[in-house]
């Protein structure tokens, strides 16, 4: 690995944050308002959007590994990785419009158009993202790097997030002139322009350095037995899992909170921007905290954070305080800055698991891993869905005291279990202090 030293190019890693920009800014709408979307503009139960958030979940564990395996087979002059760039960043940004464009003709034929667009949404959400995660260990091998890099990555997300959070709503308002669906397909239009602008200029800008040569791609089955065996695989899986439910149910939350819980929907937009805000700042720390701490102990100090986050949110809802709220927003957003450590640790298992099987296979390892988050979302969106349900929520009506106790669960508790299970995982995981003589080996192993 002669480019064990390498750094990258302010432009380049600029380039890179602009892939998850891209995702966000169309995925994020799907987490933050899919399930508002479906309930309160086109009028779907709540119980047929958690089936069908379920249902969809459980074909994306299939997605994920068959993406990740279509990468480690990749071969074309521009890599392995950086083609996936240029060839979805049509396709996901006009599912994005369709997801967002249901018919007005309601009955099973409405139901078939969602499930089918839902489900390809997934699916090209899984051949973005996992590409996003896939190319970060052929980028360079230096840690410091790969650390800053993926703060790159990390905050262009955020970016999206913000711009997609923040906009949102009035984009709808303003677009539609009163008229939600159309304003929903419309900014969807916008955004979708600028996400496949993003991608395409990630594709132009980024250069693959460490690359397995073909004829030292293993076989699918001896890559998948090698995974199998990578405990830290095993536990950052779990980490994504985890993460991303009370990632998900807390998003998707945010509208519903501010619209029943304090009568302000609009108000969400502010919340979504500094939720953005505060997790940008948090992420803007992690290169520096690295210098000093191992990635596991970042990640096991913001999680601890978004605890005590949780504590505050609960209070300023007490109060009845928005300013007060909105500070224990930013606070646990900040806190989210933890989950950005999982792909460089990601990084390091791919390294890890060539060390120690002989096999590198970062698309299945990267692809498989993001089965966690997939799979996490979609347990977040039915649990979402269930507690609300079973609590007496219904949609555009004053809600009862349960209804509104379950979104605050939702909001501000389940969130803070994630990130105690979160600590636990962390406290596992081991590669961190083994990674630099693990890279030394493996660089002597080429030579």
């Known amino acids: 690995m002669d480019n064990a030293n390498v750094r990258l190019s302010l432009r380049e890693k600029l380039s890179y944050g602009a892939s998850d920009c891209a995702y966000n800014l169309i995925f994020n709408v799907v987490t933050m308002y899919m399930m508002f979307y ?83 949404m997934n699916f090209l959400a899984v051949s973005v993202t996992t590409p996003v995660t896939a190319i970060l260990p052929n980028l360079t091998t230096n840690t410091q790097e790969r650390v800053n890099t993926g703060a790159f990555r990390s905050i262009g997300g955020q970016v999206g997030v913000i711009l997609s959070g923040a906009l949102t709503l009035p984009l709808v308002n ?40 073909k004829e030292q791609e293993p076989p699918f089955l001896d890559s998948l037995k090698a995974m199998l065996r990578n405990r830290p695989w095993w536990i950052l899986t779990l980490l994504n899992f985890v993460i991303f439910i009370g990632v998900v149910v807390k998003s998707s939350s945010i509208v519903y909170f501010f619209k029943y819980n304090l009568g302000s929907e609009m108000m969400s937009s502010l919340a979504n921007t500094v939720n953005s805000a505060g997790m940008i700042v948090g992420m803007l720390l992690v290169p520096l905290l690295a210098r000093r701490l191992k990635n596991r102990n970042i990640a096991i100090l913001f999680f601890a954070i978004g605890i005590g986050g949780a504590l505050l949110l609960f209070v300023g809802e007490q109060l009845g305080s928005v300013p007060f709220i909105l500070f224990a927003i930013a606070v646990t957003a900040f806190s989210q800055a933890g989950q950005s450590t999982v792909f460089v640790m990601l990084a390091d298992v791919v390294d890890y698991g060539e060390w120690k099987t002989g096999v590198r296979s970062q698309g299945l390892i ?82």
């Open 366 to 447: 990267t692809a498989c891993a993001a089965i966690g988050t997939t799979c996490g979302a979609g347990i977040a969106g039915w649990l979402g869905t269930f507690i609300l349900d079973v609590n007496g929520f219904v949609a555009n009506q004053e809600q009862t005291a349960s209804a509104l106790g379950a979104i605050s669960f939702n909001f501000v508790w389940l969130p803070a279990i994630c990130s105690a299970i979160a600590i636990v995982l962390m406290l596992m995981y081991k590669v961190d202090y083994r990674i630099d003589s693990i890279r030394e080996e493996l660089a002597a192993r080429k030579h």
């Open 38 to 120: 479906y309930t309160d503009v086109v009028g779907i139960s709540l119980a047929s959007v958690g089936t069908l958030f379920l249902a969809v979940r459980v074909l994306d564990a299939v997605a994920g590994p068959v993406v990740g395996a279509l990468i480690d087979k990749t071969n074309t002059k521009w890599g392995k990785v950086r083609p996936w760039f240029l060839w979805f960043a049509g396709p996901f940004a006009l599912i994005g419009v369709m997801t967002f464009t249901v018919p007005d003709f309601g009955g099973v034929a409405q139901m078939v158009y969602v499930y089918i667009t839902y489900i390809l």
């Open 174 to 213: 303003l677009l539609g002139r009163g008229d939600q669906r159309l304003g929903f397909t419309l900014t969807m239009i916008v955004y979708g322009v600028v996400c496949a602008a993003l991608l395409l200029m990630t594709f132009a800008n980024t250069r693959e350095r460490v690359i397995t040569p």
